[in-house]
């Protein structure tokens, strides 16, 4: 019988000729393995440093904003209980290239988890002639969705605006949040109190 097992034979050479990202956690969410699509997008995206020989041991979680934990500790922990993946559209956007992908989790054994995320969508970004001001708090910070990447707009109460060379050349700190859209949409099981933008 074929192993299936993380690490194997099988499992490398399959993810590692996938386009799509794909890595592996254990148990504790922690990064086994990243196949070389992982590094190529790092590098497209010029963050080098995360490579997956560099993170290896990382912990996936200390990544996602706080505003996104319990929905995926959430998901996590459903895999894992029912042994069956679930699929989720996420955004994953730089200033000048609009970007969707497709993450499934699946469960690999009783406790790991090997997730592949797949390009379904990308195109050029729009420049913003937005002016910043619209969007800073008074500490000067700027409240970007999780999900969607748009930030919210100050002056016009439920709008939020995709204007992320506006972000990228004003140097605005970034804090995450849902907008309302995304919360219903993508994140409808996420308790209503935490919702930050009610």
């Known amino acids: ?4 097992t993380i690490g194997s034979s099988l499992w490398r050479e399959a993810y590692d000729k996938d386009p ?5 956690l254990d148990e504790d969410l922690r990064l086994l393995r990243c196949n070389p699509a ?3 997008f790092a590098g497209d995206n010029g963050a080098a440093d995360l490579t997956g020989s560099r993170v290896l041991g ?17 998901v996590y922990d459903s895999v894992r209980k029912f042994q069956r993946p679930r699929s989720h559209v996420f955004e994953c956007s730089s200033p000048f ?6 993450m499934r989790i699946l469960p690999v054994g009783a406790s790991c988890f090997l997730v592949v995320n797949t390009l379904i969508h990308e195109e050029p970004g729009q420049p913003g002639t937005a002016q910043v001001e619209r969007y800073t708090d008074m500490d000067g910070v700027v409240t970007l969705c999780a999900n969607c990447r748009r930030a919210e707009h100050l002056t016009e109460p439920g709008r939020w605006d995709w204007i992320p060379a506006l972000l990228a050349s004003s140097g605005a700190l970034v804090q995450p949040g849902l907008c309302p859209f995304c919360f219903a949409y993508h994140y409808p099981a996420r308790p209503q109190e935490h919702h930050p933008n009610r």
């Open 58 to 74: 990382a912990c996936i979680m200390d990544v996602v904003p706080d505003v996104l934990q319990d929905f995926y500790h959430n």
């Open 38 to 40: 992982w590094d190529r």
């Open 97 to 102: 290239v609009s970007r969707s992908f497709l």
């Open 1 to 4: 019988m074929p192993d299936y």
């Open 20 to 24: 799509a990202i794909i890595y592996a």
